[in-house]
């Protein structure tokens, strides 16, 4: 089984890593640039599409579950459905994102409080950035159809395609050509759209012997899009929570200024480095929870399920280590500005704790995405999200800024404990859960 999970999990392992190693050379070069206004920017521009995207996570996610439980079935016709409906839902969502990026910009700095400065910064990179959408979010789908089909492979060389084509267009166009801010953005649409002219190849080159099995009239049918609406309903409410923590995360740090921003902005980075590791086995997982459960087999479920577990806290303990031992170097790569980097050793021991208190929740994401029980990750997220909120507020006035780090860590706590609590009804229940054929 480990063989099978390291096979799964080394590509997207090796995928994920230079994901990271993208947003910190970003950073760093949004350091360089300016001074922390400058990082605050890009900061606020990318949440604002965290904001736009993560809520349509539900294309990898879902489309990933689905597509995994069909081939576990060997149901390749349903497993071509899934991803002319995933397609299809992600071209018509960017498109909508377009029409209304000038009303969602203008509602979104009404509620973010930051500096005039950092705005107009943000607006800059928001406005090239946006025409990104239709290839980031068919990307999403393909992405998690190609998780489902057990193919770890391919979504692995687009995202190296993507994050280094990125790096190369960033540098070039930011520093070489002195396009600032602009560059950084510019940078970002183009390798998103070298990303998905790859992943049409790859599906062409894998998959050209399954493309007798489409037939867009059928699957776009309100009937047959029915539970994939439902699923990704519960999605998109989950991602919706999520990225109410998150945003809530660099909003409640804008309140204590530029310098503080930056600071929480860079350690957010670094909090998150290690779930690019263990985000591997959260895919492993997904994709072998959906074949077994679609293949009604119990004893494999549990066994992958145990193993990926001890995948995790290997990660978690590397990660710590790591942290413990270079955190520090890492968080002067990504500024140089000194004043931020004096002022970020008071948060440096969370990074120490968020690996610990947070790698079984990354695992049982992957796995409950693979059984497809979106209620349960929609309720367990709403909790965690109301978790985060509650404990900011009541502890502010007492530690301050302080406040909003173990907020962080309590949402992980909560999603870790809640998910844990129910995993033997929603996981292993659906492979004891007889298939019915639809008609």
């Known amino acids: 089984m480990n063989k099978r999970i390291l096979k799964l999990a080394g590509p997207s392992i090796l995928a994920n890593i230079t994901v990271p190693m993208v947003g910190i050379v970003d950073l760093a070069i949004a350091g360089r640039l300016g001074d922390a206004a400058t990082i605050g920017g890009i900061a606020i521009g ?7 995207y993560w809520n349509m996570g539900f294309l990898r996610v879902g489309t990933g579950g689905f597509t995994a439980q069909a081939y576990g079935r060997r149901d390749f016709r349903d497993s071509i459905r899934v991803l002319v409906q995933a397609v299809g839902t992600a071209l018509i969502s960017a498109f909508l994102i377009l029409a209304i990026q000038y009303l969602y910009i203008e509602v979104a700095f009404k509620v973010v409080d930051c500096t005039p400065e950092v705005e107009s910064l943000a607006k800059q990179y928001f406005f090239i950035r946006i025409w990104a959408a239709p290839a980031t979010l068919s990307l999403f789908a393909f992405k998690g159809w190609f998780i489902g089909m057990q193919n770890t492979i391919s979504p692995m060389i687009a995202d190296i395609v993507v994050n280094v084509a990125n790096l190369l267009y960033v540098v070039y166009l930011a520093i070489y050509l002195k396009m600032g801010v602009s560059g950084i953005a510019l940078g970002t649409v183009l390798a998103q759209y070298t990303g998905l002219l790859v992943t049409i190849s790859l599906l062409v080159v894998y998959y050209r012997k399954l493309f007798h099995y489409i037939n867009f009239k059928t699957s776009l049918k309100l009937r047959e899009m029915k539970n994939f609406f439902m699923l990704n309903g519960n999605l998109f409410i989950r991602s919706m929570c999520l990225l109410l923590v998150y945003t809530g995360f660099t909003s409640f740090a804008a309140r204590y200024g530029d310098q503080l921003l930056a600071i929480s902005t860079i350690m957010m980075k670094l909090m998150l480095l290690y779930s690019y590791f263990i985000d591997g086995f959260g895919y ?28 995790s806290f290997i990660i978690a303990g590397v990660s710590t280590l790591a942290y413990f031992l270079a955190g520090d170097s890492l968080f002067r790569l990504m500024t140089n500005n000194q004043d931020v980097i004096n002022g970020s050793a008071q948060f440096m021991p969370w990074l120490l704790l968020i690996p610990v208190i947070s790698c079984i929740a990354f695992m049982w994401d992957g796995i409950y995405t693979g059984a497809t029980a979106s209620a349960a990750i929609r309720n367990n997220m709403i909790a965690s999200a109301f978790s985060f909120f509650a404990t900011f507020y009541l502890f502010e006035p007492l530690i301050g800024i302080q406040s909003l780090y173990l907020a962080f860590s309590v949402h992980l706590l909560v999603r870790t404990v809640l998910m844990t609590a129910f995993a033997k009804k929603e996981v292993i229940g659906k492979a004891l859960t007889p298939y019915i054929v639809k008609m």
Do not use: P, Q
């Not at 990318?46 to 736009?52: N, Y």
């Not at 492993?284 to 074949?291: D, K, P, S």
């Open 284 to 311: 492993a997982g997904e994709a072998l929870t959906g074949r077994y459960i679609g293949a009604r087999d119990v004893v494999s479920l549990k066994s992958a399920i145990r193993n990926l577990f001890k995948w």
């Open 46 to 52: 990318t949440m604002l599409f965290d904001l736009l």
